[in-house]
């Protein structure tokens, strides 16, 4: 398979699957090792964005996704104006970033930090898929912790957690949402924008 062929093959596969394709799946499926189908897939993902194509190859973690252009995402939701998602609150950003920086955590450590009952809202992000159940912490009562997923890194146009906006002083000793875990907050709803992150539904009451 040369070159052209191979990235047919790959172009054809990520558009017709639409969620993140794990790199070993498109090498036992192209009968490739992993340097080539990373290399071919990172080239095509240059072109793409050199060539300001209205479509985008994007890396998530071990997993390769084909999406749109973030700069196209004006123009995309006029089109699909009867389609658009309703955006996440303030409160689930903020449940959405505890978890994103301190993961993994409980709903326990999630209310300490907020001051508020958090069920609702982390119920409503594992409906969006945007955060998965993450085994339980081994202290009495064995309370659910919780992690973000590939959605998540997909919807703000992450490719690894290490693309975070950093935070110069937060830690899980902070029982407060800092300066610096605002300003993340406001760059992650920005990133929200483009990358078209959803919610249905209302949040909890104070």
Same mark, same amino acid.
């Given at each position: 398979?040369?070159?052209?062929?191979?990235?047919?093959?790959?172009?054809?596969?990520?558009?017709?699957?639409? *969620?993140?394709?794990?790199?070993?799946? /498109?090498? $036992?499926?192209? +009968?490739?090792? =992993? @340097?080539?189908?990373?290399?071919?897939?990172?080239?095509?993902?240059?072109?793409?964005?050199?060539?300001?194509?209205?479509?985008?190859?994007?890396?998530?973690?071990?997993?390769?996704?084909?999406?749109?252009?973030?700069?196209?995402?004006?123009?995309?939701?006029?089109?699909?104006?009867?389609?658009?998602?309703?955006?996440?609150?303030?409160?689930?950003?903020?449940?959405?970033?505890?978890?994103?920086?301190?993961?993994?955590?409980?709903?326990?450590?999630?209310?300490?930090?907020?001051?508020? *009952?958090?069920?609702?809202?982390?119920? /409503?992000? $594992?409906?969006? +898929?945007?955060? =998965? @159940?993450?085994?339980?912490?081994?202290?009495?009562?064995?309370?659910?912790?919780?992690?973000?997923?590939?959605?998540?890194?997909?919807?703000?146009?992450?490719?690894?957690?290490?693309?975070?906006?950093?935070?110069?002083?937060?830690?899980?000793?902070?029982?407060?949402?800092?300066?610096?875990?605002?300003?993340?907050?406001?760059?992650?709803?920005?990133?929200?924008?483009?990358?078209?992150?959803?919610?249905?539904?209302?949040?909890?009451?104070?």
């Amino acid at each position: 398979m040369d070159l052209k062929e191979l990235e047919g093959a790959i172009e054809g596969i990520l558009f017709a699957a639409g *969620d993140p394709m794990p790199v070993e799946r /498109l090498c $036992l499926t192209l +009968g490739q090792d =992993r @340097e080539t189908v990373d290399s071919v897939c990172q080239r095509m993902a240059d072109s793409y964005s050199y060539d300001r194509r209205g479509i985008r190859l994007v890396k998530l973690e071990n997993s390769w996704q084909m999406c749109s252009a973030p700069e196209q995402a004006e123009y995309i939701r006029k089109a699909l104006e009867n389609r658009k998602p309703a955006k996440l609150s303030q409160p689930a950003l903020e449940v959405l970033a505890i978890i994103a920086y301190f993961q993994p955590v409980t709903r326990a450590y999630i209310e300490q930090v907020r001051g508020v *009952d958090s069920s609702y809202t982390v119920g /409503l992000l $594992l409906d969006r +898929g945007l955060i =998965r @159940e993450a085994g339980r912490l081994a202290v009495p009562g064995r309370p659910m912790q919780f992690r973000t997923t590939k959605s998540f890194l997909r919807s703000f146009g992450l490719a690894t957690l290490d693309d975070l906006p950093e935070l110069a002083s937060a830690s899980q000793e902070d029982a407060q949402l800092t300066m610096e875990m605002e300003s993340a907050l406001r760059r992650l709803r920005e990133a929200e924008t483009a990358g078209g992150a959803e919610e249905r539904g209302g949040e909890e009451g104070p």
